[in-house]
């Protein structure tokens, strides 16, 4: 079994994962894999220096100097030297039983995609799980779909390979990863929720953050409901998001004016305003008018 850490620049958070990894209780063989998307900081060195490398094997591979999570984890993926592959990022913690939980799933059996639970309590302060919604377990498309999220993700190298790995060419958070798993479902692979392989996560520390990751992963959705029409349960049609964005301000408006929490109302329009930027980025202008007027 192969653990690969898609990474850039995680000096300052990836001895926390390599420590959450050392604690791991396993019967199955496996080794670590740290695929490096052109770090500038001490990443590789701070990975050299750790002792989870004296315990099994520990490889720095390099994932190229152009950022993407898609083209580290296939760069992890093509080095990995296990039959199955579990994947988790390196400003997160696994717990211990996530590693033997993953490989206990797909050990036996036939192809399947496997995903977990992500907690934000330990690794994260309150004001970012103020802000964050609620992290599904696990999401849901439409017509049956389910998927899980790249920070706790395991699945065969070989279907890996018969899925032509994880697209580069997208870049969109929180959708990079789902990409694959759409095509796994289209293809009758089975997905499998675990919740005994749990990662501590780490939400992005500040507010902005926060509110521009929810605006991006808008705009993801977008793409994947392109790419995977059948997949996506939203209603992505520009028309559709201006009007439940001019909902949910107003309904911000009113928890303000009565004192309520305002904060999910407030990503809820974050996350609309990106799907409405990506429908008309990539509309043609026929298409946008059709859209916008469209009732």
């Not at 898609?70 to 199955?84: E, F, P, V």
């Not at 996530?98 to 330990?122: K, S, V």
Request: glycine share 10%; aromatic share 6%.
């Amino acid at each position: 079994m192969t653990v690969v850490i898609p990474v850039r620049d995680g000096a300052a958070t990836i001895a926390t994962q390599l420590d959450a990894l050392a604690a791991q209780t396993t019967r199955c063989r496996w080794e670590v894999v740290v695929a490096d998307n052109g770090s500038t900081d001490a990443t590789v060195a701070v990975v050299a220096a750790h002792p989870l490398g004296h315990r099994v094997p520990v490889r720095v591979v390099d994932a190229g100097p152009v950022p993407g999570s898609n083209r580290a984890r296939n760069a992890g993926a093509a080095a990995a030297r296990g039959r199955i592959l579990a994947y988790c990022d390196a400003d997160d913690a696994v717990t211990p039983g996530w590693l033997d939980a993953h490989w206990r799933t797909l050990r036996h059996g036939p192809d399947r995609i496997a995903a977990g639970p992500l907690d934000p309590t330990a690794l994260s302060g309150p004001r970012s799980r103020r802000w964050q919604f609620a992290l599904p377990a696990p999401a849901e498309g439409a017509n049956g779909f389910v998927y899980g999220w790249g920070a706790n993700l395991a699945l065969p190298r070989a279907l890996w390979g018969r899925l032509g790995g994880f697209r580069e060419d997208i870049h969109a958070v929180g959708f990079e990863e789902v990409d694959l798993q759409g095509c796994a479902h289209e293809a009758g692979v089975a997905f499998v929720w675990v919740d005994d392989a749990r990662v501590d996560y780490r939400l992005t520390p500040t507010v902005g953050g926060l509110l521009a990751k929810t605006f991006l992963h808008g705009r993801g959705l977008v793409g994947f409901a392109r790419r995977h029409p059948g997949l996506v349960a939203d209603d992505i049609r520009l028309a559709a998001a201006l009007r439940a964005a001019c909902r949910t301000a107003a309904a911000a408006g009113v928890h303000l004016v009565r004192g309520d929490d305002p904060r999910p109302a407030v990503r809820h329009v974050a996350y609309l305003a990106g799907v409405a930027t990506e429908v008309t980025a990539t509309s043609p202008p026929a298409e946008r008018l059709r859209r916008l007027t469209r009732r």
